[in-house]
């Protein structure tokens, strides 16, 4: 029985990943402020990663063979758990995005070295604290998160960098009902000007995916996403299935205005890696349907 710690998982993925451990006979401590329970059979401790001692207290003697990180947002909260968990744990993934590539501008999809981690600076004086900067600083706050993890040659971390996610009846981004809402009324769909594809993954294969490198012993970047590219065109088209009496209208706009899944630079990855080290993706045209059906919460 491998113990495994899980911080965060309250919800989307992060509950289905914790599901697939506890199945597969792991003992599983999920680390939250308190905010949710975690499902029967786990262990809960209550602590704000934020703070150190708090951590700390709430570990007490605790060691882990894999410990997942879900809510990695900054590098203040790297160094901390860097510090906490170092001779904690055998190793350590990190749940990192796609959006670490946001200064990457290839057509081609890109691979992990496209973003070294070793060579990213990091300033933990940045108002990380500031939700505002955060939410407007968040692929540079996972990318120096990264670097953090990183620096310490002899700490085992992965940074599964995760593509956008669809699927599910509790997506709670509303990016799809953004889409349905203007197909229904026939509202424009802001987009840029040149439409990029990007890379996409479903819920449930990405839970697959973080409970499969949990097992795993590689370590360092790894992008995690479906085969193939999506465009807005494509997903639009999935969601105008389920409004037969809706419209579909584009207009270009400035970048900042654009709809979500719409983008200015190409965000497709190349998960060669994970394919090589032996994970099998999905086909993202293939899952679409079922994904749109699942979050609109239609039947398909």
């Known amino acids: ?36 329970a975690p499902p029967a059979g786990a262990i809960h401790l209550i602590a704000d990663r934020n703070d150190e001692n708090s951590l700390e207290n709430a570990l007490g003697s605790r060691t882990f063979d894999v410990v997942i990180d879900q809510v990695c947002y900054t ?23 796609v959006e670490v590539y946001e200064y990457e501008d290839s ?10 981690p070793r060579t990213v600076a990091v300033d933990l004086e940045l108002p990380w604290g500031d939700p505002e900067f955060l939410d407007a600083h968040y692929g540079e706050g996972k990318r120096q998160a990264e670097a953090v993890f990183t ?16 699927g599910g009846a509790d997506d709670f981004t509303g990016r799809l009902d953004h889409y349905t809402d203007r197909i229904r009324t026939g509202e424009a769909i802001a987009v840029p000007a040149v439409n990029h594809p990007a890379t996409y993954i479903h819920v449930e294969e990405i839970a697959d995916f973080l409970a499969w490198t949990a097992g795993a012993d590689f370590t360092g970047p790894v992008n995690a996403a479906s085969h193939g590219v999506l465009t807005t065109e494509e997903l639009c088209e999935a969601v105008a299935v389920h409004v037969p009496e809706g419209k579909t209208v584009f ?21 060669a890696r994970a394919t090589q080290l032996g994970f099998a993706f999905g086909e993202a045209r293939q899952w679409l349907p079922q994904a749109v059906a699942e979050t609109l919460g239609k039947d398909n």
């Not at 620096?151 to 669809?166: E, G, I, Q, S, T």
């Open 75 to 97: 590098p203040r909260q790297a160094e901390i758990a860097r510090r906490v968990f170092a001779g904690r744990t055998r190793r350590y993934v990190m749940t990192s995005t």
């Open 151 to 166: 620096a310490d040659p002899a700490f085992p971390y992965v940074a599964v960098r995760v593509a956008h996610v669809l």
């Open 107 to 116: 057509a081609a999809l890109v691979r992990e070295d496209a973003v070294d």
């Open 1 to 36: 029985m491998r113990e495994v710690a899980v911080i965060g998982g309250s919800r989307y993925f992060g509950k289905r990943l914790i599901d697939r451990l506890m199945a597969a006979g792991d003992r599983v401590t999920v680390i939250n402020r308190g905010s949710s």
């Open 251 to 271: 207009q270009s706009v400035e970048v900042g205005e654009a709809s979500p899944f719409s983008f200015a630079r190409s965000y497709g990855m190349d998960n």
